[in-house]
């Protein structure tokens, strides 16, 4: 069978918090990929789109549908079972390649589900005309589900990038649906990542694959960020900065070419071995940096083989807070034999560091991640909803409410006043400044009552 015209679908009315304002990166790979195989292409995404149905009506004979996670499970089923019929559905995404058996009972139209990477997958299976032998898909076939094998992973195209031209919306930066008045974008410049924190599953496929860290030339790079007219890309990388000559050469670029952006990237503490680097990255406009720390304990970092230990971080934010880049610390709650004490100690810790920003995450269970190994060797430790990782001493609601401490405790008004003058200061307030004023303003509020009222208290008013 030959398809004429494709819809492409990201089916979330409603987006995980962190990613709400993002472009569907893979869903516009995908399209980019069989893009020169249809006679008809749309990309929809259901965050924005107003009229969905007039689209769905529009005689498409292929609908590609993005199932990325498992948030809005319900509204996403609905979408996808109300697709027409007579066309052909296809769905992929990190939750579909995991959740492949549980989506063809729950969406009866649903014919293909690609698991794992779907770019040549889909081309394929376009020019096949049907899924019998294309490596990566799984199909149903007269009332039983076949699964094809698994498709080799590949490095990271130079070429291969998504079709900016196509999209019908304006991506900005917001904080509770509220815009902030930056457009946005996001690129990919590498896949994988060479580290092997127990923790992390960016090294695996969600098929248990491993994915060599692989990158793109930086000419490339250069070539798609002249694409964008977004005032605020981010590097969604794993690992931005695995090769720093090649970083270095795409700063060399940005900055030959006159480039006015805000950019931010993934990195580890070692950055703070180059602080040419960091000189360099501020020139090329790169203003916020997200670190992964994890945690103040130093056996909760062996334990999660990080590669450091609490006196490197010290050591490296020795340089790193000299820089005027703003630093995002990512810290885990709910760590193997840590007490609420010890989590409650990443307050302190940042402070003495002199992180700008943090986010203190919940311990979560990814499948292949080594985590696996510290599950079956602790009866203690148990996966919850949306496979978070508890233990019977603190459950949930015990979680939730330490995050909700670390967060309180850490962005009081003087740290929320510093980081909204910092942003200012290197001209990047439109999401740090803004974000973090509104979510401390009550804060800063009920403070200056206090203070207010202490002060009344000492000049004898109100006894």
């Not at 005309?129 to 990271?156: M, T, W």
């Not at 015990?398 to 200061?425: E, H, P, T």
């Amino acid at each position: 069978m030959s398809y004429k015209s494709a819809v492409c679908i990201y089916p979330y009315y409603n987006e995980v918090p962190i990613y709400e304002f993002f472009p569907p990166l893979g869903l516009e790979y995908v399209a980019a990929a069989i893009e020169d195989l249809v006679e008809h292409m749309c990309i929809i995404d259901l965050r924005y789109e107003e009229d969905f149905q007039k689209v769905v009506g529009s005689g498409a004979d292929l609908f590609c549908v993005s199932v990325n996670w498992p948030y809005e499970l319900d509204s996403v089923c609905e979408v996808i079972r109300s697709l027409p019929a007579q066309a052909a559905t296809v769905v992929g995404g990190k939750f579909a390649t995991e959740n492949v058996e549980e989506l063809f009972t729950r969406c009866p139209n649903i014919d293909v589900i690609v698991r794992g990477d779907g770019e040549e997958t889909m081309r394929e299976l376009i020019k096949a005309g049907s899924p019998e032998g294309v490596a990566g898909l799984s199909y149903r076939d007269k009332g039983r589900i076949v699964h094809n094998a698994n498709r080799p992973l590949a490095a990271v195209s130079n070429t291969l990038r998504p079709n900016r031209k196509r999209r019908r919306y304006q991506y900005r930066i917001s904080y509770k649906k509220i815009g902030l008045g930056y457009s946005f974008d996001s690129i990919v410049s590498s896949q994988g990542c060479p580290f092997n924190c127990k923790f992390c599953s960016f090294k695996m496929s969600p098929l248990g694959q491993r994915r060599d860290w692989s990158a793109r030339t930086p000419e490339s790079i250069l070539e798609e960020l002249k694409e964008t007219n977004a005032r605020v890309v981010a590097f969604v990388d794993d690992n931005f900065f695995a090769d720093i000559k090649r970083v270095e050469k795409i700063c060399d670029l940005i900055i030959e070419a006159k480039m006015k952006k805000l950019f931010v990237a993934n990195a580890r503490i070692s950055i703070a071995n180059h602080p040419d680097l960091l000189k360099k990255l501020y020139r090329a406009g790169f203003r916020l940096l997200m670190i992964g720390l994890e945690s103040a304990q130093d056996k909760s970092l062996k334990l999660l083989n990080k590669g450091f230990t609490t006196a490197d971080v010290r050591k490296a934010f020795a340089v790193l807070r000299k820089s005027n880049i703003l630093i995002n610390g990512y810290f885990i709650v709910g760590l193997f034999g840590e007490t609420e004490e010890e989590m409650l100690e990443i307050i302190p810790f940042a402070r003495e560091i002199g992180l700008d920003l943090i986010s203190p995450n919940r311990l979560r269970y990814e499948k292949y991640s080594e985590l696996a190994h510290l599950l079956e060797e602790n009866d203690e430790y148990y996966v919850g909803e949306a496979n978070r990782i508890y233990s019977r001493k603190y459950g949930p609601g015990d979680i939730n409410r330490i995050v909700k401490r670390i967060s309180s405790g850490f962005f009081d008004a003087g740290q929320v006043c510093a980081v909204a003058g910092k942003g200012l200061r290197i001209g990047f307030p439109g999401w740090v400044f803004y974000m973090h004023f509104i979510a401390g303003l009550p804060r800063i509020m009920s403070q200056a009552r206090k203070r207010r009222r202490i002060r009344l208290l000492a000049a004898g008013v109100g006894n």
